[in-house]
Structures are given as C-alpha cells and as structure tokens.
C-alpha cells in the first residue's frame, strides 16, 4: 500500500522530515504532535515506558557521535596525507576511496533517509538537498569539502537530538510524578497493585518517603507531605484527618493511610499531566509561519540552485560548468532550513519547560506569545490576591430574633454551598442542627442564598439581596470595611456577620512586579466595593470595582478590550468562566483546588502565589526574545552567505558555517531559557 503523508491542520508535514528523524530519535515524537487522539483508549505515539523497544531513543551520546568520531578521524588522516604528510601512494582511487569511506559513516544515513523520503513522495528534502550537495562536490573532486559538509550536518543533528531529549526531559519532568504501583490494604493486608487498577473506596498504605498514587481523603490522624510535584513548593505541608490529600504528594514522615476518592485518570496530577503533554499541540503563530515557510522554501531554493548552475552559460563568456556547479551546490548547503525547523520549536518547548519547574502550566506556545505582549492583568480578589480563608469577625443580630437560632438556621442553609463564606460560617457556628429542615433551597448568582424554613423565609447574602426582595435595613453598608453577610426571616431584617480575608503574603510583590513591567492592573470582585477599593489601595492596584455580578465582570472587561489592549484575567476559572473565554489569555489561580480550573483556564499557577503571575509574563517574553534573535541570526547569516555563495566568493566551509553552524548557535539559544532564572 503506497504510504500516504500526514499533514496538520496548518498544512504542516508531519512524517519524512529531518524534524521528525531528530524527535524520533530523541525519544520525543510526542512533542511534534499537532493533537492527540484522546480518550480512545490507545496511546498513538509510544515513547520510552510504554513496553516498546526504541533502539534510538536508548542510544548513549557516545553511541550517537560514533559515526561522525570515525568519519571525522579517517578525514583528518586524508587532508594530513594531502597537505602535510605527503604520501605517494594517497593518490587515485585510493584517494577517493579513503574519502568514500570517510563518507559513508555520516553520509549512507543520509542518503537512506533522502532516497525513503523520494519512495514515499516527499522530493523536496533537508536529507535530498544534503545529499545532492555533497555527492556533487565528489563529482568534482572536492573529496574533502564533500565530507565535512556531511560530518558537520550529522554532528549538527546529533546535537539537535540531544537539544530536544533536555527540552523533552524538562516538560516531561512532572510525568514521573505519579507511581505506576501502589500499596492497598486488602483484609488489612497490604497488597501491591497498579495504580490505574485502584477503585474509589480502597485503601492506600503509604510508607514514608513514598508517593500517592490517586487523589483520596486522609484517614490517619495526620501526615506531612512534600507537595513539590503539584505547587513547587517543597516546604512540608501538614494535613489531618479528613482532609484531602493529591496523587504527587509524598509522605514525609510515619505510615499513612488514604481513602481512594478519585479515578487513576481523573486525578488532579492525571490532568495536569495530559495539560503538559498537549501543551506542544498548541502552536504559536510564528511556529506555524516558519513551518510553512519551510515548506514553500525548500523547493525553490532546488531551482534556484539548478539556475545558479545553468543560466550564467547563456551570459558569461568565460563559462566553467565546474565552477558554478560549484556554486550551487555551495547555495544548496546553505539553504538548508534546519536553523529554523528545529530551533524555533525546541525556543517554546524550552520556554513551557522553564515554565513547568516554576509551576506554571501553559496550555500551549501560542499563550507564550499572547502572554509576553499583554498590557492589562485584571484580578479576582478572593482567593486570587487574598487567601480566600475567611473567618468570622462579629455577628449583630437585632434583639427581636433569637441569636442561636438564627445562626443555626443559616449554619444549616450555608451547608449547601460550597462558597469560602459558608465555610467560615460552618467554623463559626459548629455542628450542623439535622433537625432543621430546608425546603425550596435556592441560590441567587451574585447575591446569596434562599430558603424556606418552618414555613418562613430565610435570606442570606449580601445586601443587594435584600435589595431584590424589598427588605428594608437601617445601617449603611458603605461604612464597614469588612465582608458582609446580610440575614433577613420572615421578610424582616434580623442582622448581619462581618467576615475578613486576610492579604497573600506575595501580593505586594506581584503588584509591584507588574507595574515594573508596564502592565496595568484591576481589581474585579462581586465583593462590597469598599473593601475591594480597600484591598487595591494597599497593594497599589490601577483600578478596583466591587458588587459586581458576572456580567459585570465581562462588561469591564470588553471595556478595556475596546480600547485595543490586550488582556489577562486571574481568577478560579470556574465562577468566572464567562470572562476567561472574553480575555486573551485566562490564568487559573489554585489549579489543585478545581478540575474546571484545569479545563478552562490557558494558563495554571499550581501554587496559588499571585508572583507567579509576573513570572509567567517573563517567562513569554524571555522565549519570544529568543525565537526572535534565532530567526534574525538564521535569516542574517543565510542571506549574506547566500549571496556571497551565487557570487562565488564562499565556499562550503562558509557553507557549513551557514547551516550548521547557524543552527547549532540557535538551538544552544533556544536551550538557554530552561538554564535562567526567572
């Protein structure tokens, strides 16, 4: 059956390019994938792990630069017998035969690889173009020339391979997070089986210094875990019982036991995985340019070569076919796209791993391009900018009701809800009173709550609910700067709870640091306005607008969108999904605390610390930095030695350096921003 070509969407060519060979051999094919095909149950592209053998992606660096060492050793013999160690016999055929010899280390796989691409249809080759150049240059006796052209491709190539197996490895850094084995206690027996073969309710034994499989809930009365794999944060973090513990964590100090909540595949650490391995799917514009530039590029740059060394025998008098076949096959090497092909991919994987080991998750390259030019950061405040851990303050309930049974009943109607508010309430209050029946439970976006209770209604939130349902108030909301939750039974007002959050402790820094970066910020809460304006004026936000209900979030929005500035939005990307979607890039405070933030969000800050928002921005401009410096040197360099080529005034030494050389300078560029601190 004759082979068919894959193409992406972009019309990128996905199979016989030196592009794939590099991946393929560095063990990373899956980071060339434009999309998985998901949930069906197959792992399309198998890599290292998968029970496969992978004879490339094994190779030690040694084993890979084994052809070129021998290549390049039997070379330096042949030019010392030609030019310094003069040897009678090192002439004729012995001479093109040592040189031959001296070729086929690096050149057979070479020629193989162009002559598998022709078979398969794909004429327009890297391999072909490299193959053509140096098997010309035999023709006309330049032996030497002809050999290094192809030592230097294949010792360029080796480097591109090992340049992507760190990019991979950095990517791929939380993929060995999770254990393929875990301990269940079976019969109170402890028993080792595959984690994707765990169900909900099992028991995991964790010894210390291990780590847990799924997600689950505590049983033992308290565990440290180190959390590093999740937050980047390796400061040991306490939990008891009861409380919810996430598949990465690992047990720090006495044996553990965890109830099993979650399945293998949904785990918060599952997601994050499958984020990290899509990431590469999601191309940046410049990427699929130079792709498709490549594509177009390749076969003129074949023509052109072919018109180098045939034209001119129409024009010039003097003509020596020899010598502007010299020239074009000079013009041939330096043409060669891999500069651009393999660096500009390998500058955003570079910039997703960096990323990574900093906890910050990117759904793709194309939000490092939209991050690294955005003008305006608006914020959520609660849980984005505050701890979101709110406690009770005072409770001001009027005489003619009585107090505890008040608060029982809302301790009762909060217990709906899973909102920061109910919790402090529920903290406040204590146990739940089971003999308190609700009916017509009811929750109003951006107001609270409503409830039917021994036949009367029961109102809680804030005061614009009091507003909807007509319930008159005899205190000014405007002069508390404190959270308020307003109470109303039996269509009277029965008093209020004030509720503080306190400030995350980088808050301030991650203000400042924007600032400095000319970014603009806001401050959009469905909170009272005075204490969000009380918030933004500690930390120096730009603008800050409260009481306000999701539409309102999108409206203020679409105003800043309507000024021609770009926009990220920070918040839980769950409530706030409306504006996430309206935004240009949507970054997802606490990706441990809910799996829609995972889902709706472009970006993730894993350890809800709003620096890192500052870091993420930094992050995308350090990588666009470095695409760009890499086009402008590849393009430079090409486009000088181009010329100077057609002129006759490089040889392919000159040529080497254009294309080899060009893209060994750009990919150690490219790895340079997984080395940096950010």
Not at 40 to 51: A, F, L, T, V
Not at 397 to 409: A, R, S, T, V
Not at 592 to 618: C, F, Y
């Amino acid at each position: 059956m004759a082979h068919q070509h894959k193409y992406d969407k972009n019309g990128k060519q996905l199979c016989c390019t030196q592009q794939e060979k590099i991946y393929t051999n560095a063990g990373a094919k899956r980071l060339l994938k434009e999309g998985h095909t998901e949930h069906d149950g197959h792992d399309h592209d198998h890599e290292e792990g998968d029970g496969h053998d992978h004879e490339n992606s094994k190779q030690t660096t040694l084993q890979m630069f084994m052809p070129a060492i021998i290549s390049f050793a039997l070379l330096i013999v042949a030019i010392a017998f030609d030019n310094w160690i003069t040897q009678t016999w090192f002439t004729g055929w012995v001479r093109i035969a040592w040189y031959a010899v001296a070729y086929l280390p690096v050149g057979f796989p070479v020629m193989k690889e162009a002559f598998e691409s022709i078979t398969k249809g794909e004429i327009f080759s890297e391999f072909l173009l490299m193959t053509i150049a140096t098997v010309g240059a035999f023709s006309i006796g330049e032996y030497p020339e002809g050999v290094a052209v192809m030592l230097f491709y294949a010792v360029g190539e080796v480097f591109q391979t090992l340049a992507v197996k760190r990019a991979k490895a950095n990517i791929k850094t939380l993929l060995d997070q999770r254990p393929d084995e875990v301990t269940i206690l079976e019969n109170n027996q402890p028993k080792t089986v595959k984690a994707e073969g765990v169900n909900i309710g099992d028991i995991i034994q964790l010894k210390s210094g291990e780590k847990l499989g799924l997600d689950g809930e505590l049983i033992s009365e308290t565990a440290s875990f180190n959390t590093a794999a999740l937050t980047g944060e390796s400061k040991p973090d306490t939990k008891a019982k009861g409380e919810t513990v996430l598949a990465g964590m690992i047990n720090l100090n006495t044996v553990a036991q965890v109830k099993v909540t979650t399945a293998y595949t949904d785990s918060k650490l599952s997601k994050i995985l499958e984020l990290v391995q899509n990431a590469t799917a999601q191309k940046a514009p410049t990427e699929l340019f130079i792709r498709k530039f490549a594509k177009i590029y390749t076969p003129i740059v074949v023509f052109l070569a072919i018109a180098i060394c045939i034209v001119p025998m129409l024009f010039v008098h003097d003509y020596v076919f020899r010598d502007w076949l010299y020239r074009s096959l000079v013009f041939l090497v330096i043409s060669c796209p891999c500069a651009l092909v393999i660096s500009i991919p390998l500058g955003y994987f570079g910039g997703i791993g960096a990323a990574s080991k900093n906890g910050i998750l990117f759904k793709g390259s194309n939000f490092l391009d939209i991050i690294a030019n955005i003008q305006n950061v608006v914020m959520d405040k609660t849980g984005t900018m505050t701890e979101g851990v709110f406690k009770v303050q005072e409770v001001v309930i009027k005489p003619e009701f009585n107090k505890d049974e008040i608060l029982q009943m809302i301790n009762v109607l909060e217990s709906q809800s899973t909102h920061p508010v109910a919790t402090a309430i529920h903290q406040h209050v204590g146990n739940i009173n089971t003999e308190i029946k609700l009916n017509a439970v009811e929750e109003i976006a951006g107001h609270g709550l409503k409830a039917e209770v021994n036949g009367k209604e029961l109102l809680v939130g804030n005061f614009k609910l009091m507003d909807k349902f007509s319930i008159k108030y005899d205190i000014d909301p405007n002069t508390i700067v404190y959270t308020l939750i307003a109470i109303a039974y039996d269509k009277k007002f029965a008093g209020y709870l004030t509720i503080a959050d306190s400030i995350k402790e980088d808050a301030q820094e991650a203000v400042n640091k924007l600032h400095s970066m000319n970014v603009k910020t806001t401050m959009l809460s469905g909170d009272k306005t005075n204490v969000v304006k009380f918030v933004a004026d500690k930390l120096g936000i730009d603008n800050a607008f409260g009481d306000l209900l999701p539409e309102d979030k999108v409206n203020k929005v679409k105003e800043i969108k309507d000024r021609n500035e770009t926009v990220a939005f920070v918040g839980d990307g769950v409530n706030d999904a409306p504006v996430v979607a309206l935004s240009n890039v949507g970054i997802a405070m606490g990706g441990l605390g809910s799996d829609a933030t995972i889902e709706t969000a472009d970006v993730v800050i894993q350890d809800d610390k709003p620096s890192k928002i500052a870091m993420a921005i930094n992050i995308g401009k350090q990588t666009k930095k470095i695409v760009w410096q890499n086009i402008t040197l590849a393009f430079a360099v090409k486009a000088i030695v181009l010329v100077l080529g057609a002129g006759g005034l490089a040889t392919m030494w000159e040529a080497v350096f254009a294309d080899v050389g060009v893209a060994l300078l750009a990919i150690l560029n490219a790895v340079r921003i997984q080395k940096m601190r950010f």
